[in-house]
């Protein structure tokens, strides 16, 4: 990891605390550099990256304003995982297996996952509680070429974090698709749904390596009332 990016994810990581609050002013960039010892142009780059993510704002002559975040928002564009969205925001969570099995590829799951017809795969199905409510269900397809091994104790930790740090996988980009769905069966015998839901929030994703191999189909359904899915975006002017 570049000097700026570690530098990125720490005052990231105090901006998602409220350790510098929404409205307030990061410190400046001569503070920074001495506070964490690092050059003027690593301070600089990881600042940019924080504006570009909508984090803060520059104001001329004043600094660096921190802008109003909601917490348990879901980035839309971003490749984050759910234990590091709860590491960040420092909420109280659980992640329980709901099912671990090999399957093979039948068309219909060809059809939607991407995978190859006949090709083996785990399906982990995966239920995140949040505030001693279960509130969110994932369904994971991981073709099993890529990951042989696989595990509830790893289930109920972090993917993520076994793909990366023990089987060394690049994990780079998703394709994703966000619906409004119809409850399912399965949504309210294992989410702690209100009594008026009818529809949940749906992310699908196609999740794929550094050398463009697709390794991952995941089904992501949010109770509707306590998430908030989030991009951010900024206009840059264009020549007529």
Same mark, same amino acid.
């Given at each position: 990891?570049?000097?700026?990016?570690?530098?990125?994810?720490?005052?990231?990581?105090?901006?998602? #605390?409220?350790?510098?609050?929404?409205?307030?002013?990061?410190?400046?960039?001569?503070?920074?550099?001495?506070?964490?010892?690092?050059?003027?142009?690593?301070?600089?780059?990881?600042?940019?990256?924080?504006?570009?993510?909508?984090?803060?704002?520059?104001?001329?002559? #004043?600094?660096?304003?921190?802008? #109003?975040?909601?917490?348990?928002?879901?980035?839309?564009?971003?490749?984050?995982?759910?234990?590091?969205?709860?590491?960040?925001?420092?909420?109280?969570?659980?992640?329980?297996?709901?099912?671990?099995? @090999?399957?093979?590829?039948?068309?219909?799951?060809?059809?939607?996952?991407?995978?190859?017809?006949?090709?083996?795969?785990?399906?982990?199905?995966?239920?995140?509680?949040?505030?001693?409510?279960?509130?969110?269900?994932?369904?994971?397809?991981?073709?099993?070429?890529?990951?042989?091994?696989?595990?509830?104790?790893?289930?109920?930790?972090?993917?993520?974090?076994?793909?990366?740090?023990?089987?060394?996988?690049?994990?780079?980009?998703?394709? #994703?698709?966000?619906?409004?769905?119809?409850?399912?069966?399965?949504?309210?015998?294992?989410?702690?749904?209100?009594?008026?839901?009818?529809?949940?929030?749906?992310?699908?994703?196609?999740?794929?390596?550094?050398?463009?191999?697709?390794?991952?189909?995941?089904?992501?359904?949010?109770?509707?009332? @306590?998430?908030?899915?989030?991009?951010?975006?900024?206009?840059?002017?264009?020549?007529?």
């Amino acid at each position: 990891m570049k000097a700026y990016e570690s530098m990125y994810q720490l005052l990231e990581n105090r901006i998602l #605390k409220e350790q510098v609050k929404p409205g307030e002013y990061l410190p400046s960039e001569h503070h920074l550099c001495q506070q964490y010892n690092v050059s003027r142009d690593t301070v600089r780059k990881a600042l940019s990256l924080l504006m570009a993510n909508g984090y803060i704002q520059k104001i001329q002559g #004043k600094g660096s304003l921190v802008l #109003k975040r909601e917490q348990l928002r879901f980035p839309i564009s971003g490749l984050t995982s759910y234990q590091e969205l709860q590491h960040s925001y420092g909420y109280d969570g659980r992640t329980v297996v709901e099912k671990l099995v @090999k399957r093979v590829v039948t068309p219909e799951l060809a059809e939607k996952t991407g995978f190859v017809l006949d090709s083996s795969v785990w399906e982990l199905v995966r239920t995140r509680e949040i505030d001693h409510a279960k509130v969110i269900l994932d369904r994971d397809y991981l073709l099993c070429s890529v990951i042989p091994y696989l595990d509830t104790e790893i289930g109920e930790d972090s993917i993520y974090r076994y793909f990366e740090q023990e089987l060394h996988l690049q994990i780079a980009f998703a394709e #994703k698709e966000i619906r409004i769905d119809q409850l399912r069966d399965e949504d309210r015998r294992l989410l702690d749904l209100n009594q008026n839901d009818h529809h949940i929030a749906a992310i699908n994703s196609r999740v794929f390596l550094a050398n463009a191999q697709q390794f991952q189909y995941t089904e992501s359904r949010h109770r509707i009332d @306590k998430f908030r899915f989030y991009d951010f975006a900024r206009r840059n002017p264009s020549t007529y």
